[in-house]
């Protein structure tokens, strides 16, 4: 059997704050303490644990490096401190009221509309938050646990995600736009000549331009409007097929002879912001996604 913890969680939420807040007194005030209580929560701490967490350094307290280890592994036991309270909640509640969604854009929309009515038939007074996000947005949604479950290109680090569908992307632009006059298979140098369509990145640190080098760029929030640009002439872009099928059988637009590279894959995983903890509504309403996901995939082939 394990022995008791030493150290409470208010002792750590003690060091937290001091390292956080930058001072004993900016972290009484944080935690709505006296400075002497915290002074004492940390140094007791020391003395239990037999080590040094801080060294005066001029006028200023420093972490030692046996500091920083604790104040990581800190963080980390009073994060999950918080899930498991937060889980406890959810699971006494039944099925959550709200669930949230980072889905990236790439996704088929009408799909995820076609999962989100099943989902209401079933559960029609839960509500539903998505957020539409971009490469990194999606990561971070997840890390910042701002979402219960994410569909996105990338596994974030610590998580874990189960592959979901495949998508194929092609370079494509109006068929009148002057790459497609050329008559020609078309390099790499003749697309850095011509207007490249960009969807934001939706993450703070956000990846911006064209990854290609075009002289011409346009950045748009949303994919409905690089479409819709692409139709009227104004740039080419890499779509996804399924999202310009319409405008691919209508002739509004037509695929770019590329010499090479004129077609991809992407790869797509759902992914839980933490599967041990979710709730019946997160777990439900991930099998409908996997279950309509297959159902599109048998009527493709």
């Known amino acids: 059997m394990a022995s ?14 001091v390292v956080d807040a930058n001072g004993y007194a900016q972290a009484a005030a944080a935690l ?13 701490m020391e003395a239990l644990l037999d080590v040094k967490i801080f060294e005066v350094i001029g006028r200023k307290a420093h972490l030692t490096p046996t500091g920083v280890v604790l104040y990581r592994r800190a963080k980390a036991l009073l994060d999950e401190a918080g899930a498991l309270e937060q ?26 509309l076609q999962c989100f009515a099943r989902f209401a038939d079933e559960r029609p007074q839960t509500r539903i938050e998505l957020y539409e996000s971009v490469l990194s947005g999606t990561e971070e949604a997840l890390l910042q646990r701002k ?6 290109s990338q596994v974030p680090a610590g998580f874990i995600g189960d592959p979901l569908m495949r998508l194929r992307f092609i370079a494509a632009a109006h068929p009148d736009h002057p790459l497609h006059r050329l008559g020609r298979e078309l390099t790499l140098q003749d697309l850095r000549k011509h207007r490249h369509l960009i969807i934001r990145d939706t993450g703070s640190h956000r990846r911006s331009g064209s990854w290609l080098g075009a002289e011409q760029s346009w950045t748009v929030s949303q994919k409905a409007t690089s479409i819709h640009a692409a139709v009227m002439g104004l740039g080419f872009a890499w779509f996804p097929e399924e999202t310009i099928r ?8 037509k695929a770019l002879p590329l010499r090479e590279g004129g077609e991809r894959w992407g790869d797509l995983y ?5 599967r041990d903890y979710a709730g019946p ?16 995939r048998k009527g493709v082939q």
């Open 32 to 44: 709505h303490k006296s400075q002497s209580a915290v002074t004492y929560a940390v140094q007791k």
């Open 4 to 17: 008791s913890p030493r150290i409470s969680l208010e002792q750590w939420r003690s060091l937290l704050a």
């Open 281 to 296: 509504g997160a777990l439900r309403l991930a099998a409908i996604i996997r279950e309509h996901v297959a159902e599109q």
């Open 147 to 152: 979402v219960d479950l994410a569909i996105g």
């Open 87 to 112: 889980a406890a909640g959810t699971l006494a509640a039944g099925w959550e009221p709200e669930l949230r969604l980072s889905v990236e854009i790439i996704f088929p929309t009408w799909l995820l």
């Open 246 to 253: 319409g405008e691919l059988e209508r002739g509004e637009l």
């Open 270 to 274: 759902l992914v839980f912001a933490d």
